[in-house]
């Protein structure tokens, strides 16, 4: 017997990826609801080779479903999320909302998936931001070959992080760049198309962003309290995929080619490294992958033990939809949680 899963934020750019990485992966659903505000209603997503109608999330009965994956920020979240939990629906959420909270496990599955037997406090499960995802997915096994006490990351992210206004906002400035419109910046605090913006997020009181705050305190959270992680996060005219390049200092010593050894069989990652012109993965050629890619893996000899990285992976993926999926997987999987139906 399958599982009743539902889906809040079923018409948003994660919602809907949510779907396709259901079906492709062939998680055993016995239903899939698709659920939005009001005024998405009525509105028609796919599900594979079906066509699914959305449904109102404040006219919707949980008490019959058995996972929830929550896709409507943080707002929506905090509202909505404890009251599906109450119900007895594991809330799988994407959101900011619960990541910091004690109670709640913030998991990546192939970097801490036995804190995910924690879930029962609360009923929910946290899904880290997109940026660090990929980190973390790419650390965790250079962590535990020679233990990383520093990072320093520089990130170049996508205008999908933003959802589908950020697309919307590149695009049209864009084709307003090459017909000579005015240019608007509404989504952004600058202008997106041909710039960078090393912006993302609220500044916070001691000059960084809450995006580069994120990435500190979930590294800590789901890899280890001890390491030391600096971040610049910045927004960069890409549609879909996240960049990272990581400068690592390890306790250890560690070779550039063992660490290229060590990655190439850790779960989740691709290493893509050669030293030629194209030998590199670029945010392009992740679009609609599951993998971390890792390239230029090479030796910092600026400091003992040192490494540097870059790290491509599709945030709308593994940065947020695939990531969620696999928790359900591992719940299913360990047999944390049945079926209701075949409970009763």
Known sequence: MGYNVAIVGATGNVGREMLTVLEERGFPADTVVPL???????????????????????????????ICLMSAGGKVSKEWSPRIADQGCVVIDNSSAWRYDAAVPLIVPEVNADAASGFNRRNIIANPNCSTAQLVVALKPLHDAATITRAVVATYQSVSGAGKEGQDELFTQTRAVFVSDPIEARKFTKRIAFNVIPHIDSFMEDGSTREEWKMVAETKKILDPKIKLIATCVRVPVFVSHSEAVTLEFEKPITADEARDILREAPGCLVVDKHEDGGYVTPYEAVGEDATYISRIREDATVDNGLALWVVSDNLRKGAATNAVQIAELLVNRKLIAPKREAA
């Open 36 to 66: 939005a505000s009001r005024r998405s209603q009525g509105t028609e997503v796919s599900y594979g080779d079906q066509t699914l109608k959305v449904k109102a999330l404040d006219a919707f009965d949980f008490s019959g479903t058995d």
